[in-house]
Nanobody, 122 residues
């Protein structure tokens, strides 16, 4: 069992920045890829970004490319999502998730955090 705990959400004005953190209780094969998803009210959960624990490979949704940066600290078993130039349409609950491979479909992810709310005001 892997536990994921997100933190760092909040309220920010458009154009502002936030950094989300996701601490994993351990790293196993099931956490080979760590990803961020988000779910806005009334919408489906969507892929935002993903990273491998080893190597430098990162992956982004087109909607956040150039504004968001995913990174990791292996020593702390923590993944971060730096969000810059935030827009009102970025408002959502953000979740981190883990899987053994890279997927963009949320149903393929094994472990999930509880989510953290990000609200961007216009």
């Amino acid at each position: 069992q892997v536990h994921l705990v997100e933190s760092g959400g909040g309220l920010v004005q458009a154009g502002g920045s936030l950094r989300l953190s996701c601490a994993a209780s351990k790293r196993t094969f099931s956490t080979y890829f760590m990803a961020w998803f988000r779910q806005a009210s009334g919408k489906e959960r969507e892929f935002v970004a993903a990273i491998r624990w080893s190597g430098e490979s990162t992956y982004y949704a087109d909607s956040v490319k150039g504004r968001f940066t995913i990174s990791r600290d292996n020593g702390k078993n923590t993944v971060y999502l730096q969000m810059n130039s935030l827009k009102p349409e970025d408002t959502a609950v953000y979740y981190c998730a883990s899987a053994s491979r890279l997927y963009t479909m949320p149903t393929m992810y094994t472990y999930w955090g509880q989510g953290t709310q990000v609200t961007v005001s216009s």
